[in-house]
């Protein structure tokens, strides 16, 4: 396994993010012990690791038009909080608001990614959700969190 993960992270990172997305975007069958859940949480580790590297959240954040990489791109950037993902993350975010395409789990994902990369537009597509105010439970719940962690009084 290491082996593996070695030769995905080397090269030109953004080459090698790129090659991660378009595997996670194929949907390959996966052998019976290993989730879907799990393939992706991998992939966005290593996403993570690459996105320490210049020029490669910027590559992350052009990827949100292949919409099968959203929730792979969120988890990462989540992660990785860099505020230079802010603008991608929250154009995402309005365009929920006004077609809303994302089941209650992604939209969990895309509140918190708001919350954790931070900055001015983070905070106004906050402030839009939370305005909406007809959010299940759970997504209500994220958008305190997002709140807070941006200095967010109640």
């Given at each position: 396994m290491s082996r593996l993960r070695d030769e995905l992270l080397e090269g030109e990172p953004r080459t090698a993010a790129s090659a991660i997305l378009?595997?996670?975007e194929a949907r390959p069958e996966l052998p019976?012990?290993?989730?879907?859940e799990d393939f992706e949480g991998t992939a966005a580790d290593l996403l993570v690791e690459l996105g320490e590297n210049p020029g490669v959240v910027d590559h992350l954040c052009q990827q949100f038009?292949?919409?099968r990489l959203w929730g792979?791109?969120?988890?990462?950037?989540?992660?990785?909080?860099?505020?230079?993902?802010?603008h991608a993350v929250a154009a995402?975010?309005?365009?929920?608001l006004r077609h809303p395409t994302l089941e209650v789990p992604e939209l969990i994902k895309l509140v918190s990614t708001l919350g954790?990369?931070?900055g001015p537009e983070s905070r106004e597509a906050l402030?839009?959700?939370?305005?909406?105010?007809?959010?299940?439970?759970d997504v209500a719940r994220e958008l305190e969190i997002a709140h807070e962690a941006l200095g967010k009084p109640r």
């Open positions: 378009d595997a996670v019976v012990n290993l989730s879907r038009a292949r919409p792979v791109l969120l988890d990462a950037l989540a992660l990785l909080g860099d505020p230079a993902a802010a995402l975010a309005k365009s929920q954790c990369v931070g402030d839009a959700f939370r305005a909406r105010g007809d959010w299940s439970p």
